[in-house]
């Protein structure tokens, strides 16, 4: 990671590497994305009631390989997983990741497929620590920057100017206040998102959780095809298997956890983010008792 792109990366919360594909292997993955597009995901319903990111409902196809489907882009029939593994590890990849996310960084959700067709909706814009979560946060030290979540997006077709897909606030991952309502569903976004121009090949890195970023609704005539990695740092968990392994029961060994209370209990889980028992934590109330909150 060069100096300047370290000053981008801490400066705005995400980072463009150009030309990363060459034609051959863009044209490898996206024949095996249309392959792929078999599954792909249709919602029903757009998601969406705000008018600026209105659209037909959208597209994806969730791919971790550890899901319930138990299926993915990393295990598509050889040759289609092969692009899609090597992105995995790519050395553009794992030279900036390091520094990024710190040595030991892992995938903890997808590949997933981002796909949309002319006229497909946006999603609102999320992240930047609003609320704050230190899972995901951004912070410094001793000259060195360090994220726990960082999503690399491959861009498999072009994503022109004004055309949708991808779209941040540069800087929000230190933002001290909570995001306006208006920035959130880009009615009234004054003027801070960003929608990178990018062409199939390009590698966009962004602080995921951190950032504020979203989609814009797709304008262009061809299709989008982006491929979104979700990495954390070796000791971070977002998504995966996390919630299965984390209950005190299996966590621990079961007799250990057997004759806790339920406050005792709340620490014995093990580490993760998402899910139904993520909120639980304890508090010291005013009577100097703890309890436990959601
Ligand atoms: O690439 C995009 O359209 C944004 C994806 C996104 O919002 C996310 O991965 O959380």
Redesign the pocket.
Known sequence: MTEREKYFWDLTGYLIVRGVLSVEEIAEANEALDYAKKDIFQHEEGRGDYTALKGTAARWYESSGLGEEGHGLLTLPVPYCEPFRNMLVHPQVVARLNEMCGPGFRLDHGP?F?NAVKGTE??T???AGDPHNPVVAYRHQNGAGHCNGV?V?WNLTDSPAHGG???CVPGSHKSKYPMPGGVRTCEDDMGTVVQPEVEAGDV?FFM?GAQT???HPWRNDHE?K?V?Y?YASRTATRGGIADQVAPPEFYWDAEVVADMSEEQRVVMWGPFAGGRQSGLHLVCAEDGTVQIEE
Request: proline letters at 0%; a positive charge; zero cysteines.
């Open positions: 997933q981002n946006g999603l814009l999320h992240g999503t997006t897909g991808f779209v966009i995921d970023h979203g989609t989008r982006s979104l979700k």
